[in-house]
């Protein structure tokens, strides 16, 4: 689409507790969306241990532009857009793999893995006002904070550490359970799809109203099965008299924090298949400090949402990539510690883990959010509610200097629509340099 | 009739109380596992008629009972110590990535989660199956691979199966399947079997029903 120069309001669109139904179903939307919010703030692109050797890349996507993740020789991360200068192909269509050059299919030109044109095929085609180096790869602007690498059209913002505020911290809290362990993503991923609207599952990455709710199944399969005291049991009942929270990491990032409702977080963990023997391993091998190696398998009791497509949940990492206004692809990426003085065992406990939620949770929040998308284009009932607790007097200045509620309340939604607006009416700052 | 008493009458009250303990999914079973992903590449050789009678009808009643979404009788077909495994890799074989030690699958259940799926399909509020998914198996191409593993039957077949929610499109897959058997108590078992979907690693909509 071209670039648009004057933007559309929308503010209309969005009220303190409520907001309109069209944000979800209008493709018009979707487009600007897909232009003007990722890419137009820090977006995240990949994982550092998605290409650790010199030259390796990944392909990704940044809304709907196709984009490659590079490292150079030197160990720099780059952001280029899979587009050739000639005549538009793409020049790399492999999702992963190791070179320094990318030459296009289709005539040849070769472009280094810094985004440089380096040569063209029968060059003395051109006249005199050819100029390669006019001719590079678009870039991004890329950072990264401990190995998660994102990516912006957007000169003005603030550097990656700064923009991320409190969310900063929070990643290292996140990824410090073991002190000095590495953490990688693993290849499998359980990749979903869903009928549905990337900001359902944005929406739903916050939210502590549902859990008891729209996991009745998985809740009810771990009661009738175990009896209580295993995995999510905080999720029933009134919610908001627990200890969870709810809280504002600012630039359209969010938090739920479950952490003081796990005593133990191993006796507290789901069923995974290798239980009873890696736990008699684990405990042979590590002695006093078992109990703590066993505690990172299960997932982290953090849910971090940062602004707009990365969520991370318990152990994984999971993306948001839209496909359409009523399409979304969801990756999980599942994750290992590695550490010297961290056993095997613990990933493989990991991996079994890293199951569970997809199996018996994550494929009825999808249901949900599908269900919301037919809902929602019902032209005559316009309005989305996002008001819980908007008005209880329960909100707080909580930890980090964050605004914090109880864990039903809907500020992560009125924290979102705050930076979805702030995004989409700063126009398409997309100049590719 | 029947004179297994595991084949009939084994209810969701039974499976609830079957196998509440994880304890033999441990490096020698994913080495079994590695070893069964090798394996699986040789060259078969189509069944005689022994081997259609033992082991061809038995992947075919499968399929038959996950299509009537009779799942505590399927789950009866599988031994003690048995896994149900849908890797989340393509282009096999490949070593590191099939490898369900080191990288997360789309399902890889021991006999205790096989039970939890069933129970949880069962509890009537799994959003994702309501309406439930239909399906119908279709298994063709039956080849016997041999093994290693004494007592070890391996048979691997292509599958196609397409999948029916009301209000959602008519899903299909295809790919193969390896079935490992077992005699336990003097009746064959399935102890393992691994699912290789031909677009395992696309993103999928809902797989929340039996393959
Ligand atoms: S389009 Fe790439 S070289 Fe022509
Ligand atoms: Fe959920």
């Known amino acids: ?433 | 009739m029947n004179t297994d008493p595991m084949q009939d009458g084994f209810t969701l009250e039974d499976i609830l109380r079957d196998t509440l303990e994880s304890t033999y999914i441990d490096d020698a079973y994913y080495a079994k596992l590695r070893n069964d992903m090798q394996e699986w590449e040789g060259c078969g050789t189509v069944l005689n008629n022994e081997e259609r009678h033992a082991y061809e009808s038995l992947i075919l009643h499968e399929n038959w009972l996950l299509d009537r979404r009779a799942f505590e009788k399927w789950y009866q077909l599988y031994s003690r110590e048995c896994v149900y495994w849908v890797p989340a890799v393509g282009d096999l074989p490949d070593a590191e990535r099939a490898d369900p030690q080191r990288q997360v699958t789309i399902a890889f259940d021991d006999r205790r989660r096989l039970g939890d799926r069933i129970v949880w399909l069962r509890t009537g509020v799994a959003y994702s199956q309501l309406p439930p998914s239909y399906t119908s198996h279709v298994s063709t191409a039956f080849v016997r691979l041999p093994s290693e593993n004494a007592g070890e039957v391996k048979i691997r077949s292509q599958f196609l199966i397409q999948e029916m929610r009301a209000g959602h499109e008519i899903q299909t897959f295809s790919g193969w399947m390896g079935h490992v058997f077992i005699k336990e108590d003097g009746v064959t078992k399935i102890a393992r079997k691994v699912v290789c979907l031909l677009d395992a690693p696309r993103n999928h909509h809902n797989l929340t029903f039996l393959l």
């Open chain 1, 1 to 433: 689409m071209s670039i648009q120069t004057s933007s559309p309001h929308f503010d209309h669109l969005i009220e303190a507790g409520r907001v309109h139904r069209t944000l979800y179903t209008d493709g018009d939307i979707f487009d600007l969306e897909m232009s003007r919010i990722f890419g137009g703030t820090w977006t995240f692109l990949a994982h550092a241990s998605e290409l650790p050797k010199p030259n390796d890349f990944v392909r990704k996507r940044l809304g709907k532009r196709p984009v490659i993740v590079t490292r150079d020789r030197d160990g720099n991360f780059h952001g280029l857009l899979n587009r050739c200068t000639h005549r538009g192909a793409t020049i790399c269509r492999h999702d992963e793999g190791n070179a320094r050059r990318f030459t296009c299919p289709y005539h040849n030109w070769s472009f280094t893995n810094t985004g440089d044109l380096a040569a063209v095929p029968i060059e003395d085609g051109y006249g005199p006002a050819f100029d390669k180096q006019e001719l590079g790869l678009g870039k991004l602007r890329v950072e990264s904070y401990r190995g998660f690498i994102f990516g912006t059209f957007n000169t003005e913002l603030p550097d990656l550490k700064t923009h991320l505020g409190p969310s900063a911290a929070l990643l290292d809290e996140w990824l410090d359970r073991w002190p000095g362990a590495e953490l990688q993503l693993r290849r499998g991923q359980t990749k979903f799809s869903c009928a549905g609207n990337w900001k359902l599952i944005y929406d739903n990455a916050a939210d502590g109203y549902h859990p008891g709710y729209s996991h009745a199944s998985l809740l009810r399969m771990r009661k009738d099965r175990y009896g209580g005291g295993v995995d999510m049991q905080w999720a029933l009942g009134n919610v908001d008299e627990g200890l969870q929270t709810v809280s504002d990491c600012g630039n359209g990032g969010t938090f739920i924090d479950q952490r003081a409702e796990i005593k133990r977080f191993w006796d507290q963990s789901a069923p995974m298949p290798g239980e009873s023997a890696y736990e008699r391993v684990i405990k042979e091998k590590l002695g006093d400090k078992a109990d703590a190696a066993l505690d990172v398998v299960m997932g982290s009791g953090m849910n971090l949402n940062i602004f707009p497509n990365l969520l991370i949940i318990g152990n994984q990492i999971q993306v948001i990539e839209p496909q359409s206004v009523n399409k979304t692809h969801i990756n999980w990426y599942a994750t290992a510690l590695v550490a010297d003085d961290l056993p095997d065992e613990v990933n493989s406990l990991r991996m079994r883990l890293q199951e569970d939620f997809p199996s018996f949770g994550e494929p009825d929040d999808l249901a949900n959010f599908e269900e919301c998308q037919i809902g929602l284009e019902i032209e005559e009932v316009e309005w989305v509610q996002t008001g819980r607790h908007l008005d209880t007097g329960k909100e707080y200045i909580g930890a980090k200097g964050m605004l914090s509620g109880p864990v039903s309340d809907e500020l992560p939604l009125r924290v979102f629509w705050k930076e979805w607006l702030k995004r989409i009416e700063q126009g398409n700052l997309g100049v590719a340099k």
